[in-house]
């Protein structure tokens, strides 16, 4: 069957930003060594935390397990190279901007000897596409692409939807970052085998792989791996290199024309969208048995001497492998995980690296930011937002805080890619607003739903008090009622049954 | 090591305010020098009076609301302001005219509604109508064009700076001997009156397609807004949605061939048109904000200018066209909201329903 083509659909607006790869591509892949220690936090994925399977002072083997998956969104952990369990304590991560959180600490033996396997591995063939989920559940694969959501959740949830197109996410859209790139221009092999193995798992017949027109070398590599591969099921895509086209939405829409609904997923018209690190990933350890214990770094930036790839261990400090790429220049100011749009910066390079560290990014020192000046509705961010915002009218609303218009202009519809603030005349940081207008919104709506709750708590307590009411009430006009139908000589035999003797009769009475 | 945090992006913005008011200055360059070609020096003292009024409106007022002088004095907002009030000025007009419509502009239209981004008027026509309606005899007081006719007197700059300073022409001048009908007045007269449009055109004022002199201001100002298109500054949707406003009803009336209107031509290059298009109603504060809603805002400056210039009572229509549009920009705004990615598709079936 040969693979239908798409016209490519339009995004709207977008930005084509300087890339900013070469200096990080101009090297092959470094494999970095074995630190002294590990820090693998347990939370490295959207979901529940991992649960901790491992003492303090345990020996461990690299693959080994050392936290399992806690509830029906979560993800475990490996052990990314052999040693012992020194701290299970707080440390800075990535994720909370260098602030703490719960890490497992390994301190290596640097023999990095590898777990016995129980198990040759099964071609994935020989699998229902069932236990292949459950198998990529255990290999601990979340998505690459800095999302990090659990990878066979993510597939079991689409193998509940009408599915039409499987498309591998090789457009490394923001700036600076090139581990995608390496990792297809490498590896280009283990990604395909990694997507024939989501195609098995999902019971697809035909797959995209979407590569930016700015990346001929994976193009190439990738187009030689598929004539080596003969595999017709697999269609490499071309798309043309416009900021943020790799955003999962915005690649659907690229490819296939179709918009994912506004609080939908693109499940919800057909698409799965898998980024190409997580298929290398997942052959690793379908094929190879080896659970996401590494992952491929970009370290970049005018404040880094020698900006190169790196393969390392997840857990390795990133003060361990600023010197791979030649340490610090002297104009090294800030650090941000991630690329200049969306990453997040750290306040120390403690943190170690995780399953969404795809870049490690070191810039000098901004141009001391203008102040901010009223915006004068040039329209520029307009033109720009793919979501077809408008982000002056947004910006009005967030001051105003009005909530109604702010979702009639679809503030929660807003991807934060960052577009609207770089084209501002004014420098409005018009994301960080509305960050944290969406951070407000969903206060109010969490305080309303409080507030529902007490109300809800209220009335049923009252409920339930006027009802003990009523059937006090009830009893003792029932009581009432039956003293009287006894009559009095019942009422006495009572009275004395309980003791009661000092109450007389009255002398009203009949007897 | 230990880094300072901010928010993402992390990349510098290429553009500001102010570089966006410079270019728009920038390319007003090309019709100033056709005005001050076709109509004297009175331009430049103008634009002298008007600068100076403006800033200190500008200063006056950001004292007293207690903000910043820099930032808002540096981003230009108040001399782009100032250029368009000498271009919609007549050639020769007493300071206090012009002094009047920048203050006005400035004080009431700007900052009284809260200054550079939330004025809801452009500030350059208020201050342009009040003058229009505070000095109506010096607001319509137009000198002959250089080449308009044979006897057209031409003021030295001396004669010009006394003028502009004291409102009094050189003893052997009287207002009669330099002020002319514009084209815009002897069309609109000339129709009114049951002439045919090819009667009125061969007056001396009259050029190849407009106004004497008017045309090739008009030709220069579409040269700087052609720049500010190439350069992005302004958007296309406005500019076309003037020029169409304006062609469209006037083309349509002009080929039922009777005679009795003008040719879209004439609309075109006469009177502050060309301005309007690529200067005045490109405003961004008081413009409509969405794409379409641009389209549509610009259309009907466009159209309220022939119809203000066809059946109205004043010659040119563009000041009143664009305040009567900017009334309309917030309901502009709310109505043209752009589809929203991943949004149903409105549903229009009701209507055959």
Known sequence: MTAPTYDLGKLHGGLRLPGEKAASTARDILEAPVPEQLILPITQHVGAAAQPVVGIGERLLKGQLIAEADGPLSAPVHAPSSGKVVAIELWPVSRRHGEKAPCIIIECDGEDRAIELAETPEPYTSLQPDALLQKILQGGIVGLGGAVFPTAQKLMQATTAPLTHLLLNGVECEPFISCDDMLMREHAMEMLGGTRILMHALGLEHSYVVVESDKPEALHSIGEAMADLNDPRITLKQVPTIYPSGGEDQLVQLVTNREVPSGGLPTDVGCVVQNVATAAAIHRWIANNEPLISRVVTITGDGIAQPVNIRARIGTPISDVIGLAGGYTERANRMVIGGPMTGKSVSTDQVPIVKATNCILVLSKLMPLAEEKPCIRCGECAAVCPIQLLPQQLFWHACADNEKQLRAHGLTDCIECGCCDLVCPSYIPLTEDFRRAKARMQELADEKARAERARLRFESRNERMELEQTRREEELAAQKEAALIAGPGAIRDILERTGKKDRQPSNGDPE | ?353
């Not at chain 2, 700007?110 to 004025?119: I, P, S, V």
């Not at chain 2, 008009?218 to 062609?247: C, D, E, S, Y």
């Not at chain 2, 159209?303 to 309309?328: K, P, T």
Request: hydrophobic share 50%; net charge neutral.
């Open chain 2, 1 to 353: 090591m230990e880094f300072e945090r901010r928010d993402a992006p992390f990349v510098t913005p290429s553009t500001d305010v102010a570089s966006i008011m410079r270019q728009v200055l920038y390319a007003l360059i090309p019709a100033a020098i056709a005005y001050v070609w076709y109509f004297g020096s009175g331009f430049v003292f103008n634009l002298i009076v008007a600068a100076i009024f403006c800033a200190a409106g500008e200063a006056t007022m950001l004292h007293l609301r207690g903000k910043a002088f820099e930032p808002a004095l540096a981003d230009y907002s108040a001399m782009v302001t100032a250029a368009l009030l000498a271009f919609a000025m007549p050639a020769l007009t007493p300071w206090w005219v012009t002094a009047t419509a920048a203050l006005f502009g400035i004080v009431v239209a700007k900052h009284l509604y809260g200054g550079l981004g939330f004025n809801i008027f452009n500030p350059a026509m208020a201050g342009y109508v009040v003058a229009l309606v505070a000095f109506p005899l010096h607001m319509n007081l137009w000198t002959a064009p250089r080449m308009g006719d044979i006897d057209y007197q031409f003021l030295t700059i001396y004669e010009t700076a006394r003028y502009t300073l004291t409102g009094s022409l050189p003893d052997y001048l009287s207002f009669d001997a330099i002020s002319r009908a514009t084209p815009l007045d002897i069309v609109k007269a000339g129709l009114n009156s049951m002439h045919t449009f090819d009667e009125l055109s061969i007056y001396p004022m009259m050029g190849d397609f407009g106004g004497r002199g008017w045309e090739w201001i008009g030709n220069f100002t579409a040269i700087g807004g052609a720049w500010l298109l190439l350069r992005k500054i302004i958007r296309w949707q406005i500019p076309f949605g003037v020029l169409m406003g304006l062609l469209v009803p006037s083309g349509l009336l002009y080929f039922l061939g009777t005679g009795v209107h003008a040719s879209p031509g004439f609309y075109l290059f006469s009177g502050g048109t060309i301005l309007c298009a690529f200067f005045i109603a490109t405003d961004p504060v008081s413009a409509a904000t969405s794409p379409k809603g641009r389209l549509i805002y610009g259309f009907g400056i466009g159209f309220l200018i022939y119809a203000i210039r066809r059946w109205g009572s004043y010659a040119d229509g563009v000041a009143f066209a664009v305040l009567l549009m900017n009334m309309a920009t917030p309901a502009i705004d709310y109505l043209t909201r752009p589809h929203i990615v991943g949004h149903p598709k409105k549903i229009r079936s009701t209507k055959h329903d």
